[in-house]
């Protein structure tokens, strides 16, 4: 049964827990989600379950069907790649605009993520480490300070976040490879050479590609 946070609806609550367990890859794609195992494991009615499902849908995590009920999508590989263009897209003039150009406080919370990810890889926990990786990400996004930038990167994490856990499970070695190559693009971030940031960010990225084609 999941608990209520103080402050959440049960419709929230319900839309976190689910998330987190098709992300994790708890839920995989494919898997049919019967509303009697929701209910019962969620410890709800369907109508926050529903509200939540609807939610999911939107975002492309679950399809919604009268006949065959819910179940979890499997990200398509023209999904990937569109997923992958836009994110590469964003990324790319984020760290070309913010190089150079970022103060003390920015960097404290990259490398205070930083950090958190190198735990996450001590302990072996890929689930964490890919929701740190995501962060991480986002934060470089959202120091452009433009909202419009930060809801679009948002709304395709948690897809690009089921790739990049697959990435993982499939070569858990490349975990180091990525925290280092975080740890340049920050380094990068606070010198003066924007093509530099732009080259690394491009790396990084491009991996995820590689290994899914």
């Known amino acids: ?26 839920w995989p794609g494919g898997m049919f ?4 195992y929701l209910s019962e494991l969620l410890g709800m009615s369907k109508t926050p379950i529903r509200s ?3 939610r999911l849908e939107m975002m492309g995590l679950v399809k919604l069907s009268p006949k065959q009920g819910v179940i979890v ?37 990259l490398d205070e993520n930083l950090s958190l990810q190198a735990i996450a890889i001590d302990r072996e926990d890929i689930t964490r480490y890919v929701e740190l990786d995501g962060q991480f990400h986002e934060m470089i996004v959202a120091g452009l300070d433009n909202e419009e930038y930060t809801e679009v990167m948002k709304r395709i994490q948690d897809k690009f976040m089921l790739v990049v856990r697959t990435t ?9 490879g990525s925290l280092e190559e975080h740890w340049q693009i920050r380094h990068a971030l606070s010198g003066q050479d924007a093509e530099l940031s732009l080259r690394l960010i491009e790396q990084h990225i491009e991996y995820v590609k590689v ?3």
Do not use: C, H
């Open 168 to 176: 993982f499970v499939r070569n858990p070695s490349r975990l180091m």
């Open 73 to 109: 999508q499997e990200v398509s590989l023209k999904k990937i790649l569109e997923i992958y263009e836009l994110r590469l897209s964003l990324e790319t003039f984020a760290v070309r605009k913010l190089t150079g150009k970022m103060d003390d406080a920015f960097f404290r919370q």
């Open 1 to 26: 049964m999941a608990s209520v946070e103080e402050g959440k609806t049960l419709r929230d609550t319900a839309f976190d827990v689910m998330k987190q367990n098709i992300i994790s890859g708890e």
């Open 52 to 54: 939540a499902l609807d």
């Open 211 to 213: 290994i899914m084609l």
């Open 33 to 36: 989600l019967p509303e009697k």
